[in-house]
């Protein structure tokens, strides 16, 4: 909870402007008790500057599957179904890791091309960390049969069309 204070609710006040509304969502583990600690204290974690802010949670049940880990799994298996949790009325999502650290003022045209699609900045090449440029390649290629022409983790917010992430699925 330190960490999540101190790193991303700290660079969210900084850097999110005021002409951009702020819907942020949290979705947590259903059953982690962890989880739902975190889920009692989340309104006093928001002391942003217009005063508090606190943000939707909501509680996402144990996939009917057995997933080979939890944290990064999990939280990837939860992106691909974020429409559940969304406003209805809402277009696009984006999505945050949990340790993101804004360094930069957030703007429309720094998430929206002027025709209104969402900007993708991407990283190519090799990275020499064992996961992101082994295993992760790999993985990609095993689903798609395709091979990962670029990273694209390292800018957030990332921006998805909802509709995409119910046609991926």
């Given at each position: 909870i330190i960490q999540y204070r101190s790193w991303f609710?700290?660079?969210?006040?900084?850097?999110?402007?005021?002409?951009?509304?702020?819907?942020?969502?949290?979705?947590l583990d259903d059953e982690s008790h962890k989880d739902h600690k975190f889920a009692e204290k989340s309104p006093h974690l928001f002391a942003l500057k217009h005063g508090s802010y606190a943000p939707r949670i909501a509680f996402e049940p144990?996939?009917?599957?057995?997933?080979?880990g939890k944290g990064h799994d999990r939280q990837q298996y939860t992106m691909f179904y974020a429409d559940k949790y969304c406003d209805p009325s809402m277009d696009y999502v984006g999505f945050v890791d949990?340790?993101?650290v804004f360094?930069?003022?957030?703007t429309k045209r720094s998430l929206f091309s002027s025709e209104g699609?969402?900007?993708?900045?991407?990283?190519?090449?090799?990275?020499?960390?064992?996961?992101?440029?082994k295993i992760v390649p790999l993985s990609t290629f095993y689903v798609l049969k395709k091979r990962e022409v670029m990273r694209c983790m390292s800018y957030f917010p990332v921006i998805f069309k909802i509709q995409h992430l119910i046609q991926l699925r």
């Open positions: 609710v700290y660079s969210l006040d900084f850097f999110w402007p005021d002409d951009i509304p702020l819907n942020l969502l949290v979705v144990l996939p009917n599957f057995t997933m080979k949990t340790d993101t360094v930069t003022t957030v699609k969402p900007i993708v900045l991407g990283r190519v090449g090799v990275d020499s960390f064992k996961w992101w440029g």
